[in-house]
T-cell receptor, first 114, second 115 residues
Framework: AQSVTQLGSHVSVSEGALVLLRCNYS??????LFWYVQYPNQGLQLLLK??????LVKGINGFEAEFKKSETSFHLTKPSAHMSDAAEYFC????????????FGKGTKLSVKP | EAGVTQFPSHSVIEKGQTVTLRCDPI?????LYWYRRVMGKEIKFLLH????????ESGMPNNRFLAERTGGTYSTLKVQPAELEDSGVYFC?????????????FGSGTRLTVV
């Protein structure tokens, strides 16, 4: 069975600082992994996805994530935080085959201080 | 391309009443998923349609929830009768598998409050 664990329900960084949101996964098969973002009063927006093509995945808004099989991790990073990055971020793993549903982590709320 | 549309965006109903949520997926997407996030908890899968057929409904909490997707286009999720613990945000997503170039597109969600 697949699962994801997001470490830290709240992360606070200063504007311009590195953003690091942690996600560890558990999967008995090669995982398909996703990061989604939810801005206040909006839906879920795909940031990036890992589909085994490349271990370093670049997404929108300057975010990227690196798949590390040895560490079962898929951490999300951004070199320099912007006030507009304040949102809730969700890591997810696809369950089962190509049409499987997503299994989400509990989410991490990112605050950006001026 | 139009995205996934959900309505209403908000619904406040009394315990015991019935509410119907609607999701319009991206045109041509065979797969449609319903998820729910109860306050403070993670987003949880409810069920999955492939066209008009229920592929997986293992996440449906109980028989007060009924989902339909007539004609394989839009879907409805009915809660009857609603209970306080049904409050939360209900998300719909759609996808079309095309090799590795697939993705799950989510709607903005329906915030349901049962009072």
């Amino acid at each position: 069975a697949q699962s994801v664990t997001q470490l830290g329900s709240h992360v606070s960084v200063s504007e311009g600082a590195l953003v690091l949101l942690r996600c560890n996964y558990s999967s008995s098969v090669p995982p398909y992994l996703f990061w989604y973002v939810q801005y206040p009063n909006q839906g879920l927006q795909l940031l990036l996805k890992y589909t085994s093509a490349a271990t370093l995945v670049k997404g929108i808004n300057g975010f990227e994530a690196e798949f590390k099989k040895s560490e079962t991790s898929f951490h999300l990073t951004k070199p320099s935080a912007h006030m507009s990055d304040a949102a809730e971020y969700f890591c997810a793993v696809r369950r089962g085959g190509s049409q499987g549903n997503l299994i989400f982590g509990k989410g991490t709320k990112l605050s950006v201080k001026p | 391309e139009a995205g996934v549309t959900q309505f209403p965006s908000h619904s406040v109903i009394e315990k015991g009443q019935t509410v119907t949520l609607r999701c319009d997926p991206i045109s041509g997407h065979d797969n449609l998923y319903w998820y729910r996030r109860v306050m403070g908890k993670e987003i949880k899968f409810l069920l999955h349609f492939v066209k008009e057929s229920k592929q997986d409904e293992s996440g449906m909490p109980n028989n007060r929830f009924l989902a339909e997707r007539t004609g394989g286009t839009y879907s409805t999720l009915k809660v009857q009768p609603a209970e306080l613990e049904d409050s939360g945000v209900y998300f719909c997503a759609s996808s079309q598998v095309q090799g590795i170039n697939y993705g799950y597109t989510f709607g903005s969600g329906t915030r349901l409050t049962v009072v």
